[in-house]
């Protein structure tokens, strides 16, 4: 829902009544992800989209019923794809979504304010929803999670501590998704289909050396939706007029920076690491740090011999095989990259498939489905 979040907090200020479409369960090669979502505002305008074009005309029309039907009772819907509607409301990819739409007012969700302040002030709160059965007298209720409170119930006690549990640690994991208990909060059970929206803080990618790579990688990151840094110990360089598309421009020696944003919990397993440096006097000292930290990739900049160099220097320090594994050196992907721009693009792409499990080969010459889990999940 956080991309349709300005407006439907905006029709929901003015009293107004909206209907809502949320990904909340994909299979195969479906376009959109779980969360995704298309807001029908009281105007009868449409803002984001559930699958990239296939089935929005017909997700519109259902988000639109339900929002003027008396009560707005939710309606879960699947949509795939057949021999015979494949052009019509199917989904021509071949995949599968569930769409569960609600009419969302002050009446239907008074939380939604503070779910709105929370994602503004970068505060962790999750949405969870019974989204099946829909015969369940719970279908549609919801609760709030935040930190260290929730707010509504499904109208169990033990259902409410358990989901409230386990949506706090999709928000440490950054992860939206499905859970299923039983009609009592039972973990074993799957009566019940919780779907829980989470918007965790956007991801860190930290961007050590103030170059002109960094200044492209900056821009990219931020497209990508990272919450980006760039540390530099030379102040003459790390200049937020010199990085625009940065979030904050820190002045620090790296690896003396990444320890205190390592000790105070600012670096997690979502957390993306570009050294750009290629200086030992600063890369070592901090790859040294980066390579044991639990974080998603630590990259560096540098020739091969700069490499060899690097890990000779780091097998010094005492790092094992398995530590220097992790290190993506040099950085990115073999794209035949030139410009600091081009080299931003295979930077991402390297860190696109190490995400999600991608091989970055030619998907035109790989077999087998192109949306993949995320690795770990």
Known sequence: MRDVLDDLFRAWTSGAVAGVATVVRTWQSAPRRPGASMLVGPGGEAVGSVSGGCVEGAVY?????????PGGRPVLQRYGVSDDDAYAIGLTCG???????EQVSRETFPQLGDVVAAVRGGRPVAVATVVA???SPRFGRRIV?????AQGTFGSARLDDAVADDARGLLAAGRTGMLHYGPDGERRGDEL??????????ARMIVFGAIDFAAAVARIGSFMGYHVTVCDARPVFATAKRFPYADEVVVDWPHRYLAAEAAAGH?????????????????????ELALRLPVAYVGAM???RTHDDRVTRLREEGLTDTELARLRSPIGLDLGARTPEETAVSIAAEIVALRWGGTGAVLSEVDGPIHRAAVGR
């Open 61 to 69: 029309e259902l988000a639109t019923e339900v929002a003027a039907a």
């Open 95 to 101: 995949g599968i979504i569930e769409v569960f739409v």
């Open 133 to 135: 059965p829909a015969d």
């Open 145 to 149: 999670v935040f930190d260290g409170a």
């Open 193 to 202: 289909a919780v779907f829980v929206n989470a918007y965790a803080p956007p």
């Open 267 to 287: 670096v997690d397993a979502r957390t993306v690491l570009c050294v750009l440096t290629h200086d030992p006097k600063f890369d070592v000292p901090l790859l």
């Open 302 to 304: 540098g020739s091969r």
